[in-house]
């Protein structure tokens, strides 16, 4: 599918997430401050799309890049992918001062890597994981990962989207997704294009098909990956890491390095960010939350592009890390 952003003449357009399936709505943001609506409120989503986008909404914040990337990064506080977009991007401004270029002109160029660079760790990603498939293999998953979070071809749905191409997947389960359906949305809609075989089950249906044999392996994606393995994922994930713990199915997460906060050292110091209540409910007190943590000792492994990290994953990404640093 086409990448749900890009830049041209001067803005970034980004395809408005929360207008589909129903129809596909395209916001030009001109100024920054559009940008961190639009990330807000989840017209953009997904953290490796955060990322690039928040990259793009440097450059149009380039004269009052501070106040810029402070913006930005107020938006969404658990993806890491923001973070990292906004420190890499303030490297490339200081740089940029220091050899007397335009910091707009040079920020666009690196933005427009980002956005090459997370396509490539898409296509090593899915390449990587599908050793993981079987012939036929029946998968959960979780929210939505496909090329609508990343601006690629995804992290956990582009790789079961390659398996599927493969040969290697039988059937989908998407999870709905409560409250705001991403994956009843956004990732039905991906799977329909590709032309994969799907059904939508509500969230509350997962132990039961694991139960009924109904699942060979869970695969999702993360917006934050401490540096013990623990994973802050879309708040549902946890119960399925859970019930697929207690089902013997494995559980895999999907996403780049740029997802890994070596910084944050486990699931304890990642901040979980809480919505709305009315995204809930209008009728009632509520409380939401858009993430949860998975403790690593239920995640079977973590694909990257630079390949399946397994336990103990204080050494695989430890070296995974550091092999990256080297590059």
Not at 47 to 64: F, K, M, S, T, W
Not at 206 to 227: C, F, N, S, T, Y
Not at 233 to 242: P, R, S
Request: proline share 5%; net charge negative.
């Amino acid at each position: 599918m086409a990448s749900p952003l890009r830049f041209s003449g001067g803005a970034l357009e980004l395809l408005d997430q929360t207008r589909l399936p129903g129809e596909e709505v395209w916001l030009r943001c001109e100024e920054p401050e559009q940008v961190a609506d639009a990330i807000r409120r989840l017209a953009v989503r997904g953290a490796p799309a955060i990322g690039v986008a928040a990259a793009y909404g440097l450059v149009l914040g380039a004269e009052r890049f501070e106040k810029t990337a402070d913006l930005l990064g107020s938006t969404r506080p658990t993806a890491v992918n923001l973070r990292w977009a906004i420190d890499g991007g303030r490297a490339v401004y200081e740089r940029a001062l220091g050899d007397g270029r335009a910091p707009a002109e040079v920020l666009l160029e690196w933005a427009e890597g980002v956005e090459r660079e997370q396509a490539e760790a898409d296509r090593r990603m899915a390449a990587h994981a599908l050793a993981l498939f079987a012939e036929g293999s029946r998968v959960y998953t979780h929210c939505n990962t496909g090329g609508l979070a990343t601006a690629g071809s995804g992290t956990a749905l582009g790789a079961i989207e390659e398996a599927w191409r493969s040969g290697l997947v039988g059937h989908v389960w998407v999870g709905e997704t409560r409250p705001l359906l991403q994956g009843a949305r956004l990732t039905a809609w991906e799977l329909e294009q590709a032309g994969a075989p799907f059904r939508v089950v509500t969230d509350s249906s997962a132990a039961a098909l694991m139960a009924r044999g109904d699942v060979d392996l869970v695969m999702v994606g993360a917006d934050r990956i401490a540096r013990n393995g623990d994973v802050a994922n879309k708040i549902g994930t946890y119960a399925l890491a859970v019930a697929a713990d207690r089902h013997g199915i494995p559980l895999h997460v999907v996403a780049p390095l740029s997802t890994i906060d070596p910084d944050t050292a486990d699931g304890a110091g990642i901040p979980i960010e809480e919505r709305d209540p009315a995204e809930v409910t209008s009728h009632a007190d509520a409380l939401n939350l858009a993430f949860d943590v998975t403790p690593h000792d239920l995640v079977t492994s973590i694909v990257t592009e630079a390949g399946v990290l397994e336990p103990p994953y204080e050494d695989s990404i430890g070296l995974a890390l550091q092999a990256q640093s080297l590059t």
